[in-house]
T-cell receptor, first 116, second 115 residues
Framework: NAGVTQTPKFQVLKTGQSMTLQCAQD?????MSWYRQDPGMGLRLIHY???????DQGEVPNGYNVSRSTTEDFPLRLLSAAPSQTSVYFC???????????????FGPGTRLTVL | AQSVTQLDSQVPVFEEAPVELRCNYS??????LFWYVQYPNQGLQLLLK??????LVKGINGFEAEFNKSQTSFHLRKPSVHISDTAEYFC?????????????FGTGTSLTVIP
């Protein structure tokens, strides 16, 4: 049981390049989320998914796309990288409990992205 | 929407002293509560959680937290801290009455343990 995995761990891009951050979970969780973490700003939600085929925007979605074709995978795409997207990116997953609330989120190890 | 407030952004404390990290949330209706810890250059790890039952919750590494419904608080405590407790701590809330995301984080408290 690997939990939540993210690749790559580190990435350097030039302004204007595109790339995909990969996220996968093997716990059959319905919910998956992408966060970015910047110094002094905590965790900010980029996009999330409540199940395969269903995604929605979070707090800071501009410049990012997501898709959820399977329960396991939730890739995050940077369409045209900008220096403002330099950050640490975390993927997380959780299950829906019988009460309708989300259980605790399980986090991946993160991807440290630098955009030059 | 739910909001989560961590009142102290930085907390310095001497080794072996007690510590309390404060967390308040906006809605008292039917929530789950969590504390996470993030060590330098690592991901977030669950410290403890409140789902139901006893309002005093014990977690890993000697931490505990108390759910206070009337004050909508979930403060984290440890009676004696160690150097290894130096980390960022996040409070989080899962709200039944929200649709969509349902999960909200505070902005974090940086705990520094001084030798």
């Amino acid at each position: 049981n690997a939990g939540v995995t993210q690749t790559p761990k580190f990435q350097v891009l030039k302004t204007g390049q595109s790339m995909t951050l990969q996220c996968a979970q093997d716990m059959n969780h319905e919910y998956m989320s992408w966060y970015r973490q910047d110094p002094g700003m905590g965790l900010r939600l980029i996009h999330y998914s409540v199940g395969a085929g269903i995604t929605d925007q979070g707090e800071v979605p501009n410049g990012y796309n997501v898709s959820r074709s399977t329960t396991e995978d939730f890739p995050l795409r940077l369409l045209s990288a900008a220096p403002s997207q330099t950050s640490v990116y975390f993927c997380a997953s959780s299950e829906r409990t019988g009460t309708g609330r989300r259980s605790e989120q399980f986090f991946g190890p993160g991807t440290r992205l630098t955009v030059l | 929407a739910q909001s989560v407030t961590q009142l102290d952004s930085q907390v310095p404390v001497f080794e072996e002293a007690p510590v309390e990290l404060r967390c308040n949330y906006s809605s008292s209706v039917s929530v789950y509560l969590f504390w996470y810890v993030q060590y330098p250059n690592q991901g977030l790890q669950l410290l403890l959680k409140y789902l139901s039952g006893s309002t005093l919750v014990k977690g890993i590494n000697g931490f505990e937290a108390e759910f206070n419904k009337s004050q909508t608080s979930f403060h984290l405590r440890k009676p004696s801290v160690h150097i290894s407790d130096t980390a960022e701590y996040f409070c989080a809330v899962s709200d039944q009455w929200e649709t969509g995301n349902q999960f909200y984080f505070g902005t974090g408290t940086s705990l520094t343990v001084i030798p």
